[in-house]
């Protein structure tokens, strides 16, 4: 996986015309129809993962991790640069994206099993394994609405991390589940690592980092910082928590 | 990911498509459940509104305003459910990507599967429906099977491409502008009267019936007419006409659709 002087732009919109009844006003007006800025999510970004690392990005909060994992999905298009990719690619952006509450767990697997690119034999390979991996074969046959929204969370990533892709990318979803359940996960993970699967993650639980990864990636206002193995990145980053101010913005 | 246009683009697209097909039988599978769960009646409901419209419209234009055709119940039935096989996937069609945000912005799949699983889970209810509308004229008008009755797939093929072709440009303008949800509705009333769901093509003045079949629907509903309740082979220049509407409204739709496809993760 390969990403060449990659930037991706987004335009922040102070004004959005979204009815055509402004479009024409602001038209006839010779007001701009959209009032808008850009700013750089990720700016000229290389990065080069081989197949088989396991590889963790790191950053607060907008600086471009998400961005990095939607533009090697192919969720989004960047602006500029170029993203070579091999294999096939499995992205849990948000877990259970497809699930429908009036849906049965067996028919939401099966649905998300598609949604995810899988054709139906590859479905069928998988499906035991799948179960019996969320173990909770009772609620099965029971809709989803029914379910907690940790089981709604243990069933999406059963199916998402049965999947064997090439490439994995994980999206802040190692926090899934009881503690018995989130061991197996990252024992899963760490054996789909083990067989040489490639794997990407975004996630602010450390520890679980430090554990799954060997590599890190540190990135600030969509530039790199640092990339490193992981203790070393873990160490900087730890070390540069930012001030009690800085938090209250990023998050008002 | 390349944007290229042209046929040699297309190819890896269809591929594309192709690998998704799971996708496509399960959202069906998955409207159709949806919508028929913990309903004792199920279809029935389908059913009862479209005929309790053409009752009205029977009433209406056989007593009232007195339309001059013959068994005009027929008449109506032969045309009213693809009229709304026609509305009804318009009216889902055009929500679709607003309802499958979370979707969308979060996995990469070729989006257009949405609108596609929209018209095939009206598709399957239509196929029931023109079931029981064949049997219909068969045992009550023709009293035999009429030989032009082979053209109806042909018919449902035109009818869903065109479907799926109308649906994919106002689907993505619906994405960037809102005001679709308010002129749609307006615009399919209008095409209610524009189109020859009451009323036969043939009454309209010769004069205007050029600028009348600009609308491909109503190409659509005459052959209908003509190979269902007439029971007789359409008019070949009718036929390849309304066949080459479908295909031409369908490559516009696509190709506006996939003109701004790329940046709905972004806006929708």
């Not at chain 2, 043939?202 to 190979?227: K, Q, W």
């Amino acid at each position: 996986m390969e990403l060449r002087g990659v930037s991706k732009r987004f335009y922040f919109y102070e004004h959005r015309t979204s009815s055509l009844r402004e479009w024409f006003i602001r038209r006839i007006l010779r007001r701009p129809i959209h009032v808008r800025h850009a700013a750089f999510s990720l700016r000229n970004l290389d990065l080069r993962i081989q197949p088989g690392e396991s590889v963790a990005l790191l950053g607060h909060n907008g600086s471009g991790k998400s961005t990095v994992l939607r533009l090697v999905a192919g969720i989004y298009r960047p602006t500029s640069g170029t993203i070579t990719t091999a294999g096939r690619i499995t992205a849990v952006i948000e877990l259970g994206a497809g699930f429908h509450p009036e849906l049965t767990g067996v028919e939401n697997i099966r649905l998300y099993g598609a949604v995810l690119g899988l054709t139906r034999p590859e479905l069928q390979a998988r499906y035991d394994e799948i179960v019996a991996f969320a173990g909770m074969d009772d609620f099965l046959d029971t809709p989803l609405k029914y379910y907690s929204s940790g089981m709604e969370a243990r069933l999406a990533f059963s199916v998402a991390v049965c999947l064997e892709p090439a490439i994995l990318l994980l999206d802040e979803v190692l926090a899934v589940g009881d503690q018995a359940f989130r061991a197996r996960c990252l024992e899963r993970l760490r054996a789909f690592h083990a067989r040489g699967g490639t794997l990407l993650l975004v996630s602010h639980e450390l520890d679980s980092i430090q554990e799954l990864c060997t590599r890190g990636v540190w990135l600030r206002a969509g530039r790199v910082v640092q990339d490193a193995d992981i203790a070393t990145v873990l160490a900087a980053y730890r070390a540069d928590r930012p001030p009690a101010r800085d938090i209250s913005r990023e998050d008002p | 990911m390349s944007a290229g246009s042209g046929v040699l683009a297309r190819a890896p697209r269809m591929r594309r498509f192709w690998g998704y097909r799971e996708l496509l039988r399960g959202l069906i599978v998955r409207n159709l459940k949806v919508k028929y769960q913990r309903s004792l009646l199920g279809f029935v409901w389908t059913l009862v509104n479209p005929l309790l419209t053409v009752t009205i419209l029977v009433v209406v234009f056989s007593h009232v305003v007195r339309i001059q055709v013959p068994q005009y119940w027929a008449f109506l039935l032969s045309g009213y459910f693809v009229w709304n096989f026609m509305l009804q996937t318009l009216s889902t069609g055009t929500w679709i990507f607003a309802e499958h945000s979370r979707l969308t912005r979060s996995v990469s799949f070729p989006s257009e599967i949405l609108v596609f699983s929209a018209a095939g889970s009206r598709l399957i209810e239509f196929a029931a429906e023109i079931a029981l509308i064949l049997l219909a004229t068969i045992l009550l008008l023709h009293h035999s099977v009429p030989a032009s009755y082979v053209l109806v797939p042909l018919l449902v093929l035109i009818q869903v491409v065109m479907a799926i072709g109308l649906a994919l440009p106002i689907a993505t303008l619906s994405v960037f502008y809102h005001d679709v949800y308010h002129a749609l509705p307006i615009a399919l009333a209008s095409l209610f009267y524009l189109s020859p769901v009451f009323y036969p093509a043939s009454m309209v003045p010769e004069a205007l019936r050029t600028l009348y079949f600009l609308n491909p629907i109503a190409g659509l509903l005459t052959l209908y007419h003509d190979v269902v309740y007439a029971g007789q082979w359409p008019s070949a220049v009718l036929l390849a006409g309304t066949a080459l509407q479908a295909a031409i409204v369908y490559a516009f739709g696509y190709a506006v659709f996939h003109r701004y496809a790329s940046v709905f993760a972004e806006v929708v």
